[in-house]
């Protein structure tokens, strides 16, 4: 194991999910203008935008995408900062082949990460990106010429196109007319220039923090209830009526009850399947396999199915895409609305659970009242990205199901019961295993986390 | 294979092939060993119009700032106005984004110093022993450098150049000018500067777009154009620029192009003429035409290794009055130690003005002279063969060994033969009072040479 302890730290990580890295020291301009001339080649001749999120360097990173990109001949716009919902609807409402998100997402500051989209606007399928890394680890790249290297050109409008996207899709003068002050922490991220001027425009107050794109993050950008202390504070003392907390990059969003509680990442989707379902968008929801059963109930509820799939933005979107989904999203709180995009959409997300409090004029609490009582642990185990698999795979062999319904190996391996599941599979981002569990009572879900959190660390 | 041929990684910097071997790659790992050599600080860009210029400085910027760099785009203009930036900017370093007079897919980078002077030969090649071993220093998120945009390199240089002259002097003469700039990183600010200085200016390949419509190089058979212009225009004067704005030939009023020669001897009178002090700095393969002025003037003339830096050092050291190349690179040491197109117009149409007098007038006032420049295929591995045989066999005639072999003849005759900086070749240039004889001495060492192995 020691031996191995070097290896593990090595901050990088080249999967179907991008490239993400530690800037510094695995994250380098050769590095990044490698993979985005495998890009162009893969995706062009044509058009690419590339967009980025607050991190600082994102300024480094942006470069060296233009030049590996215009050294392909792909023609580069240059969104600037924008949530990377904007620039998958700008893609897929475009003639772009492309587009590269500069964002690590909810990762923390020292990581930046690459992430692909297709000419559509949602990320490069598994398929598909293992292309990209065969033309990536090829290294033969398209050269263009001297004479076919289009100039980089700007859109900063992208940003503002979203926001109307998404106005077009919720009741504005319901939400106007209900009057909600709201507090918003944008962790300095990339919705920290659109979301506080974008919620006035619907009509709320608003009390803004962390709304400032120049500054560092005030704290890991994953709007978790352990970074939610300072907006919860704030909707005390503000007297609001919910708040919201914004990732890095705009794909997940937090919540927080007029009250003060954070009810945790899971209620997002939650309510906002609540919300699209309630008004009676047409299509089952899908989510991935770890996402809290409450899911399965509000489908229920309204008659609907729940379509599981692996963990990952993408298996998200493309599962959203055939089943005609009426919602998609993930318990992490990135939420896919498929009438806007098909992309995890944090201000999107925000707008409809607007739209859910306007329309039952009743408050925050209440609406999370209403969502089915689960208790969901996570866990993770650090583990060399040499061993991951086969770990898993020794502990499928000797699985104890005895309480178990159904097995899924879609994504790692998943065992259900009606009251109960645990899902134990490899993270895409990170050197590590995660155990999840959910249960009904709360010790039944530690136990289980207990148990298989030992299982796997005896295998290691 | 012709891109297996076409990178040249050397004390001069850097140079490519874009499409073949100028890639994002090679240039951000530039990129990093500079920020490396540098240990951060401020690095001010600037490049010349070529389309590849923009993709060239994204790899750079992105590779300076990973080095905790932070990148001052002064974005495209004359590669001397970006070593006054450097200077002005009090930065620490300095990148022109320019292949010069290489044809439109080269592109290359030129490495300067905190003094916007080029690096040296000694810390060129510390740069690239840095480039080697590849061991950048890399620095965290939180300590990245940041990008900033300068728009006034240009006005600040052009006024430097303006406030060095007499322009009363020019504008009364109000001289009609054909400006030629290749549409190179020139183009816009000499006419601007012309005009300024009261100059009636007619401006031909005026668009910096790199789409060269000519060598840019400003060799007599390259101005064709230029020539044909300043007859049908009866102008005074026809200057050609190259790309990147510091290499300067002129055109007579009667439409002859007299060799890019002279615009470093015309340069050095007037400088010679202005300042009490100092010697002339050429390098060894200069005409001897500036030996005439610096005879006229009762100067000291100091010769150098053949490149930029080599000239600028020795001007440094000495306290020169002026100085430059015969290729027609001029340095006025009152602006700024660097080659510079600008401040070249700026003295030539100065000392016009004041003496009243055409270009064929002052090109009278020199001997006849006339020079040949010739190159042959020349692996590095066989220069020192090929130079020792070119010894032996002036073996009793003067020589210079400084830089390679120059020999003196009667007469004041001259050839210098020497392995050049940027490419796989042996330049071999011969000056003599007729055509004929130079050629002659020009072709005797390249059949030493070719004998020699070459």
């Known amino acids: 194991m020691s031996a191995l302890s070097g290896e593990m730290s090595r901050p990088l990580k080249i999967t179907i999910a991008g490239v993400r890295g530690v800037v510094g020291q695995t994250l380098t301009p050769d590095l990044l203008v490698n993979f985005s001339q495998a890009f162009g080649t893969y995706a062009g001749p044509g058009r690419v935008l590339v967009s980025r999120d607050t991190r600082s360097s994102g300024r480094m990173v942006a470069p060296c995408v233009f030049s590996g990109l215009t050294a392909t001949g792909c023609e580069v716009v240059d969104l600037g900062v924008c949530p990377t919902a904007a620039l998958q609807l700008a893609v897929g409402r475009s003639d772009a082949v492309g587009g590269v998100a500069i964002t690590a997402g909810h990762n923390p500051a020292q990581w930046n990460a690459l992430k692909f989209c297709r000419d559509d606007g949602i990320y490069l399928n598994a398929r598909q990106a293992e292309e990209l890394l065969n033309i990536y680890h090829q290294k033969e790249f398209t050269k263009a ?14 940003g503002e196109r979203h926001l109307e996207a998404i106005r077009a899709e919720v009741d504005v003068d319901a939400i106007g007319a209900a009057g909600l002050k709201i507090a918003v922490d944008c962790a300095n991220g990339a919705c920290a220039s659109f979301t506080p001027d974008f919620l006035r425009s619907l009509g709320c107050e608003v009390v803004a923090i962390n709304d400032d794109p120049e500054l560092p993050f005030p704290h890991d950008p994953l709007p978790t209830p352990s970074n939610l202390s300072q907006l919860r504070a704030l909707v005390a003392a503000a007297g609001a009526d919910a708040g919201f907390a914004h990732d890095a990059d705009g794909d997940r969003l937090g919540l927080v009850t007029e009250s003060g509680e954070a009810p945790g990442d899971e209620y997002t989707l939650c309510l ?11 299509g089952p929801v899908v989510t991935n396999l770890s996402t809290t059963m409450a899911v399965d109930e509000i489908a229920r509820k309204h008659g609907r199915d729940v379509i599981r799939t692996g963990v990952g933005q993408v298996f998200i979107a493309e599962a959203a895409v055939n089943y005609e989904a009426a919602i998609a999203g993930e318990g992490s709180g990135g939420v896919v609305f498929p009438r806007i995009n098909y992309a995890h959409d944090s201000i999107a997300t925000l707008a409809h659970i607007l739209g859910l409090l306007a329309e039952r004029e009743v ?10 009582k689960y208790t969901i642990v996570k866990r993770e185990i ?9 770990v898993l795979e020794d502990l499928r062999q000797d699985l104890e199901v005895s309480w178990a319904e159904e097995i899924n190996l879609d994504d790692g391996i998943k065992l259900s019961a009606s009251d109960r599941w645990v899902h134990i599979r490899v993270s895409m981002t990170e050197p590590k295993i995660r155990v999840i569990t ?11 986390a207990d148990k298989y959190v030992r299982r796997v660390e005896r295998l290691l | 294979m012709a891109g297996m041929q076409s990178l040249k990684i050397g004390v001069s910097g850097v140079r490519g092939i874009v499409g073949q071997s100028l890639t994002p790659q090679l240039v951000v790992g530039f990129a990093e060993a500079f920020g490396t050599y540098l240990d951060g600080g401020l690095v001010v860009i600037g490049r010349d119009p070529r389309p590849s210029g923009e993709m060239v400085l994204n790899a750079l910027t992105g590779g300076l700032l990973s080095t905790g760099c932070s990148v001052i785009d002064v974005g495209i203009c004359p590669t001397p106005t970006m070593q006054h930036a450097v200077v002005d900017l009090g930065a620490d370093g300095g990148i022109a984004i320019t292949a010069s007079h290489h044809p439109a897919a080269w592109n290359a980078l030129k490495f300067c110093r905190e003094d916007g002077v080029f690096l040296n030969q000694y810390q060129a090649e510390e740069l690239l022993n840095v480039y080697h071993q590849g061991a950048f220093v890399l620095r965290p998120y939180d300590a990245l450098g940041r990008v900033g945009v300068d728009e006034g390199a240009v006005n600040r240089h052009l006024s430097k150049v303006l406030s060095s002259v007499d322009r009363e002097a020019i504008a009364a003469m109000a001289p009609k000018v054909v400006i030629d700039s290749v549409n190179g990183a020139g183009a816009d600010f000499a006419e601007g500067l012309l005009q300024k200085m009261g100059c009636e200016v007619i401006a031909i390949n005026d668009v910096p ?3 060269f419509p000519r060598e840019p190089e400003p060799l007599p058979e390259n101005l064709g154009q230029l020539c044909d212009a300043v007859r049908e225009h009866g102008a005074d004067i026809g200057f050609a620029q190259d790309a990147d704005g510091d290499r300067l030939a002129i ?3 009667e439409g002859e192009a007299i060799g890019e020669e002279f615009t470093l001897a015309f340069a050095a009178d007037a400088m010679a003429a202005r300042d009490a002090e100092g010697p002339l700095v050429t390098n060894l393969s200069t005409s001897r035409l500036i030996e005439e002025v610096a005879e006229r003037h009762g100067r000291t003339l100091l010769r150098t290794k053949v490149g930029e830096v080599n000239v600028v050092e020795r001007m440094i050291a000495t306290g020169a009055v002026g100085g430059g190349e015969g290729n027609g690179g001029v340095i006025d040491p009152k602006l700024h130690y660097c080659r510079d197109n600008l401040a070249a117009m700026a003295l030539i149409l100065q000392a016009m ?6 270009v064929e007038q002052w090109r009278r006032q020199f001997r006849t002279s006339a020079i040949v420049k010739d190159r042959l295929d020349c692996p590095a591995g066989k220069t020192q063969r090929v130079i020792l045989a070119l010894r032996r066999h002036y073996e009793g005639r003067e020589i210079d060994l400084t830089e390679g072999v120059k020999v003196f003849f009667d007469g004041g005759a001259w050839m210098h033969a020497r392995p050049s900086n940027t490419e796989p070749i042996l330049r071999v240039i011969a000056e003599a009072d007729d055509r004929e004889t130079a050629r002659r001495l020009c072709d005797e060492a390249l059949q030493v040479a070719a004998e020699a192995g070459c």
């Not at chain 1, 906002?272 to 047409?282: H, I, Y």
């Not at chain 1, 060399?384 to 698999?389: G, N």
């Not at chain 1, 959910?438 to 289980?448: F, K, N, S, W, Y």
């Open chain 1, 145 to 158: 010429a001297w004479d076919k290297l289009p100039p980089v050109g700007t859109d900063r409008a992208a």
């Open chain 2, 353 to 358: 003005a004041q003496r009243d007098m055409t």
């Open chain 1, 272 to 282: 906002a399947t609540e919300m699209v379902l309630g008004r009676g968008d047409k």
């Open chain 1, 438 to 448: 959910e249960a009904r009572a709360q010790g039944l879900a530690m136990d289980l």
């Open chain 1, 363 to 372: 408050p925050m609490s209440a609406l999370v009242a209403e969502v089915p």
């Open chain 2, 209 to 211: 777009n790199g789409r």
């Open chain 2, 251 to 253: 055109v007579s009023a």
């Open chain 1, 382 to 390: 650090a583990c060399p990205p040499q061993r991951a698999y086969s």
